[in-house]
């Protein structure tokens, strides 16, 4: 999995111009989801909850587990791809019914941990507007 971490002051996410959810000062999660991921939900889970990237007086001192920030949690394809001749190609993804199961249960075990988790719509276009702070941005490859 490849997944993107930016610290916001908030970000709204729209699917056909239509508001389907919103956060206040946390983080937006990128997930690219690829075939060796399947029944590895709870350890990715595990891995992003205890890296110490919050900042605090310029340290990374905590982790989102220690903290409980709201989160919005995004699927996007085109952080696995792989570029052949100019063109992305995602050789890498499961089908989609695979990858659509693990994005929800990843999104489930993180609301089970008591996160206040808003998400993106799973296949879908989608437009994300965010206000990043820092910019804290950390690409993580699970």
Do not use: H, W
């Not at 982790?63 to 394809?77: D, G, H, Y």
């Amino acid at each position: 999995m490849k997944i993107l971490i930016q610290k916001v002051k908030n970000t709204k996410c729209f699917n056909n111009e239509k508001l389907i959810s919103k956060i206040n000062n946390g983080y937006l999660i990128y997930i690219g989801i690829e075939e060796k991921d399947e029944d590895r939900e709870e350890e990715i889970v595990e891995q992003i909850l205890k890296i110490k990237f919050v900042d605090e007086e310029n340290k990374f001192k905590k982790s989102l587990l220690e903290i409980k920030p709201e989160i919005m949690l995004i699927p996007n394809i085109t952080l696995v791809s792989n570029i052949n001749i100019n063109k992305p190609e995602f050789r890498n993804s499961p089908p989609k019914q695979i990858a659509e199961r693990i994005y929800y249960k990843i999104l489930r075990l993180l609301q089970d941990k008591n996160f206040f988790v808003k998400s993106g719509v799973f296949g879908e276009n989608m437009i994300i507007e965010s206000q990043n702070i820092g910019p804290i941005n950390f690409i993580l490859d699970i």
